[in-house]
């Protein structure tokens, strides 16, 4: 119902510490976006900015055509779920979820329509009558969700709402909130969503479309499989994945990559996709992409240790003083033999390059890389 | 076998002899303790209990003895006591400290709670200098004002009505109160006001919904320091107050002990009991909320 956009946004407090530094980003109608970063990559200060919570420095928000900067939160059709609920703890859940439509002087009638059928949605009419403090975590989180859901916003706002919940009720809750968008997309009114979070996962399986974001810059946005695929730099190559992608440092010498005493040959796939040959360059290999040869172009290592986890063995091995994971079968583990010393061989069709000196991957350039 | 079994017995009850000699130490310890509080306890309760007792004695045998025990039990005090030497009875002197009391309590909490609010959560011009203000007014002698007040009050035609008393606390003026409640304030997370406002909350709204809910255990302890501090306060209706209708009890009891030559100890304590009485009632009926209201201040949300 209501695309969002930022232009050039900008936090600064107290005139000297600024936070956000000129985001420029659109979220198209109806879709799920994800703001994904470590702790303080103000992720959550942008997310306030967009609710109106946190006032802007500089540039631009605009929400379904309306420029928002200056609209109280309650005028720019959002709706928004905290991170520890926020309950009004005085109120019952009717209270809470009733709140913003008994100060909107709604109809009666009306507001209690909305909320039999929010509750019936979210499954928790027999909470109705209780208290914030008689309700378990999963069910707080719900009766939050069921508060923003009675407005029927253009735009929800999720600022890491799974993150005080355990991890089993996390997985589940994360289900249902995309399901739930799922539905309402369905019935014919796709609420734009802008969700908050700091762990991969929700960001991988939840989201649309996927915002990295770093110490107030915008890494990359892109589809999760864009971004694992095609990091566009050194940090979304860092941060998603796990267990996380190696980065190999070391220098491109003709072709090959060269690391401590080790050459290792680019072939002619990689090779054409390098946009240019950085001196000092960072190989980066997923754990998953590295396979054990006997012969054969490879990275020698010394198998340091061993983490079996029933199908697979992450592998921590030792190259030239530098720590590579690897993941690989269990059966292939078995068959490797005894000695320590490994050789890995990295697919070269999902092989990265970065350029040391700006973290930039110089190997996107043309040829597209194998999902 | 059976040496053995002997043992074990043996063994058993030196067990069961060690916890029994547990339990009559910790028997005996308890009852030091409790012994040792109850004569404290008592002894710092004793002139209470005197005072309640003395008022229902006759005036010759108050000085009689330390007793409290009264020998022939009489409300002749109360009575007496109550009708006063002045043409009002001692209702009407109630009278008078609750139309003090009443828009003050009242004016404290909606006042102290909105400049409160103001000063924990708005940020305005000056702020900083304002709230150093009012920890300044907080930390200066209550004399030094005294007779600024009192000019500035008869100027306003004020003198010998209830207004001095209770108009500046209702506008605020006791920067204790503010400040207690901005420090309360301060230890609630601002979430719930956030939601509010996502909701469609004024900032009125949102205090008067939201966050005076919340302030409940703050504003009772607020309430009931007004309350039992006015109804002690003898200095400010001495100084404002002239005309005998318009005596709040504090002030009743001394006049009971002005105008009559031998002084009528009995009427005076019996007076008193009564004066004390509100106070008591109202401090156990709030004690829950009060005292979490003044503990919750370390508290998190």
């Given at each position: 119902m209501a695309y969002v956009q930022l232009k050039n946004l900008e936090k600064v407090y107290n005139n000297t510490n600024k936070v956000v530094h000129g985001l420029s980003l659109d979220i198209k109608d109806g879709e799920f976006m994800v703001f994904v970063g470590p702790s303080g990559c103000a992720k959550s200060t942008t997310l306030r900015m967009i609710a109106g919570l946190e006032e802007i420095t500089a540039g631009d928000i605009i929400i379904g055509d309306q420029r928002v900067n200056d609209l109280s939160p309650s005028k720019r059709q959002i709706a928004m779920v905290f991170q520890n609920y926020a309950l009004y703890p005085h109120m019952k859940v009717r209270g809470n979820l009733s709140f913003g439509l008994r100060i909107a002087g709604r109809p009666k009638a009306e507001i209690e329509a909305a909320v039999e059928k929010v509750a019936a949605i979210l499954e928790i009419e027999p909470l109705l009558d209780r208290l914030p403090k008689q309700l378990s975590g999963g069910q707080a989180q719900r009766v939050a969700l069921g508060r923003a859901l009675i407005k029927n916003p253009g735009v929800f706002l999720f600022d890491e709402p799974l993150s005080n919940l355990d991890a089993k009720l996390r997985a589940s809750m994360r289900v249902r909130i995309t399901d739930l968008h799922r539905q309402l997309k369905a019935e014919g009114n796709s609420p734009t969503v802008v969700y908050v979070t700091h762990d991969q996962t929700e960001a991988m399986t939840m989201g649309d479309r996927i915002c990295v974001m770093q110490a107030g810059r915008i890494m990359q946005v892109a589809t999760p499989k864009e971004l694992y695929n095609a990091p566009a730099n050194l940090f979304v190559a860092g941060f998603i994945g796990t267990p996380e992608m190696n980065l190999v440092e070391g220098a491109m010498e003709g072709g090959d990559f060269v690391v401590g005493s080790q050459r290792l040959a680019m072939g002619s796939d990689l090779s054409g996709r390098l946009s240019s040959q950085p001196a000092d360059a960072v190989l980066g290999i997923r754990p998953q992409q590295f396979s054990l040869v006997a012969q054969g172009p490879a990275l020698e290592a010394k198998l340091v240790h061993a983490e079996f986890m029933g199908h697979e063995v992450y592998m921590h091995a030792d190259c030239e003083g530098r720590r590579l994971v690897s993941v690989v079968g269990a059966a292939e583990f078995e068959a490797r033999g005894q000695s320590d010393v490994i050789r890995l061989r990295p697919d070269p069709k999902t092989l990265h390059v970065f350029d040391k000196s700006d973290g930039r991957n110089v190997s996107l350039h043309g040829g597209s890389i194998a999902a | 076998m059976t040496d053995i079994s002997l043992a074990k017995t043996s063994a058993r009850t030196l067990d069961e002899a060690a916890a029994a000699r547990r339990a009559r130490m910790h028997l005996m310890s308890s009852v030091i303790r409790y012994a040792l509080l109850f004569a404290v306890g008592f002894l710092m309760l004793y002139p209470l209990i005197w005072l309640v007792g003395a008022s229902f004695k006759t005036n010759s045998e108050i000085f009689s003895g330390a007793g409290f025990l009264p020998q022939s039990p009489t409300v002749e005090g109360y009575v007496q006591g109550w009708q006063t030497s002045t043409p009002y009875t001692f209702g009407r002197f109630f009278w008078n400290s609750f139309l003090i009391i009443l828009p003050k309590v009242i004016g404290t909490a909606i006042s102290c709670t909105m400049v409160a609010y103001a000063?924990?959560?708005?940020?305005?011009?000056?702020?900083?200098?304002?709230?150093?203000?009012?920890?300044?007014?907080?930390?200066?002698?209550?004399?030094?004002?005294?007779?600024?007040?009192?000019?500035?009050?008869?100027?306003?035609?004020?003198?010998?009505?209830?207004?001095?008393?209770?108009?500046?606390?209702?506008?605020?003026?006791?920067?204790?109160?503010?400040?207690?409640?901005?420090?309360?304030?301060?230890?609630?997370?601002?979430?719930?006001e956030e939601a509010a406002r996502v909701d469609g909350a004024n900032s009125l709204q949102t205090l008067v919904f939201i966050v005076v809910p919340m302030l409940g255990p703050a504003l009772v302890s607020v309430c009931l320091f007004q309350f039992m501090w006015t109804m002690n306060d003898f200095l400010g209706p001495l100084i404002y107050i002239s005309s005998v209708d318009k005596y709040p009890v504090s002030l009743a009891l001394k006049l009971s002990i002005d105008t009559t030559e031998a002084f009528e100890w009995n009427r005076i304590l019996a007076m008193s009991v009564l004066t004390i009485t509100p106070a008591l009632v109202v401090f156990f009926v709030a004690q829950r909320y009060f005292i979490e209201g003044i503990s919750a201040g370390g508290r998190k949300g």
């Open positions: - | 000063f924990a959560r708005f940020d305005f011009p000056f702020k900083k200098i304002l709230f150093g203000s009012v920890i300044a007014v907080l930390l200066l002698p209550n004399v030094v004002t005294r007779i600024p007040q009192y000019i500035l009050f008869r100027d306003l035609g004020w003198l010998d009505s209830f207004l001095p008393l209770w108009v500046p606390s209702a506008l605020a003026g006791d920067a204790f109160f503010v400040f207690m409640l901005v420090q309360f304030l301060r230890s609630l997370p601002t979430d719930m």
